[in-house]
């Protein structure tokens, strides 16, 4: 039977399940030889040259997906980027101040960043709370990007909105 991907830890490493045979056991998983057994009949495969080839290789792509997209924000007039109409009909001043803290926003944690992109963030200005995101499509922003971590095949686009607009 293949190997199933299961979960994705926060640097993106896959979890590979196998199924084994069962025995009843005490607790939620015992140790049998070199393999964690769990109460649900499945066990985590050992590592290989492969699956850690694998996570070193998309931990280099998250790097390289972030400090693309934190260059992105720190240029934001050089972007591309697109307002909502609820941003849109702010004052110039706001605007600006929405465009400024884009620029320096630091306010990555787990839960607005879980696979650590830093490709969406969230704060307030005058009462409204605004959201970024940073998309990546083809270079003729009609299909999504096949590889978001090169550049020479990704055009990021940056959308500002209204928290209520989402």
């Known amino acids: 039977m293949s190997a199933v991907p299961t979960a994705h830890c926060a640097l993106g490493a896959v979890a590979f399940l196998t199924p084994i045979e069962t025995y009843p056991i005490a607790g939620p998983s015992?140790?049998?030889?070199?393999?964690?057994?769990?109460?649900?009949?499945?066990?985590?495969?050992s590592p290989t040259m492969e699956t850690t080839m694998t996570t070193e290789t998309k931990s280099t792509q998250?790097?390289?997906?972030?400090n693309?997209?934190?260059?992105?924000?720190?240029t934001l007039s050089e972007a591309t980027a697109v307002m909502t109409c609820g941003v849109a009909a702010l004052?110039?001043?706001?605007?600006a101040r929405i465009v400024k803290i884009i620029e320096v926003y630091d306010d990555f944690c787990h839960v607005n960043?879980?696979?650590?992109?830093?490709d969406f963030g969230s704060f307030e200005v005058d009462g409204h709370t605004i959201?970024?995101?940073i998309d990546y499509y083809d270079?003729?922003?009609?299909?999504?990007?096949?590889?978001?971590s090169d550049p020479a095949?990704?055009?990021?686009?940056?959308?500002?909105?209204?928290?209520?607009e989402y």
């Open 30 to 45: 015992i140790a049998r030889g070199r393999r964690a057994v769990a109460a649900n009949g499945f066990a985590l495969a």
């Open 62 to 66: 998250t790097e390289r997906i972030r």
């Open 68 to 74: 693309l997209n934190d260059e992105l924000r720190r």
């Open 91 to 95: 004052s110039p001043e706001a605007v």
């Open 113 to 118: 960043d879980p696979y650590e992109e830093h």
């Open 131 to 133: 959201f970024f995101k």
């Open 139 to 148: 270079p003729t922003l009609t299909l999504h990007s096949p590889d978001p």
């Open 153 to 164: 095949v990704t055009k990021r686009v940056i959308t500002i909105m209204l928290a209520e």
